[in-house]
């Protein structure tokens, strides 16, 4: 019900910078909280950002003072990423975190987008 689409993806050199957006559709409305997860070859799914509704935002370890997580709009999801290196390399994903009127959760993702660190 709810559709995400990543972009913002691609290649940059070591101590670059890129800023991904996520665009999101459908059933917006019961959305709780969004954020960004990766994931790198031959490794977990790893969560990077996270923002609530309210505005609370929570980073992995590996990212915190390099990233800033921040929503634009009802629909509309970012990450501004900063001094990448080579363990930035992975397929960023966007999640959506929504509640029905019956209170279940459910996630969404988008299919991803492509950083790549890289000389």
């Known amino acids: 019900q709810v559709q995400l689409v990543e972009s913002g993806g691609g290649l940059v050199q070591p101590g670059g910078s890129l800023r991904l957006s996520c665009e999101a559709s459908?059933?917006?409305?019961?959305?709780?909280?969004m954020g960004w997860y990766r994931q790198a070859p031959g490794k977990e799914r790893e969560l990077v950002a996270r923002?609530?509704?309210?505005?609370?935002t929570s980073y992995s370890d590996s990212v915190k003072g390099r990233c800033t997580i921040s929503r634009d709009n009802s629909r509309t999801l970012s990450l501004q990423m900063n001094s990448l290196n080579s363990e930035d390399t992975a397929v960023y994903y966007c999640?959506?975190?929504?509640?029905?009127?019956?209170?279940?959760?459910?996630?969404?993702w988008g299919q991803g987008t492509q950083v790549t660190v890289s000389s």
């Open positions: 999640n959506a975190e929504r509640r029905d009127s019956d209170f279940r959760l459910f996630n969404s």
């Open positions: 459908g059933s917006v409305f019961g959305i709780n909280a």
């Open positions: 923002i609530t509704s309210g505005g609370t």
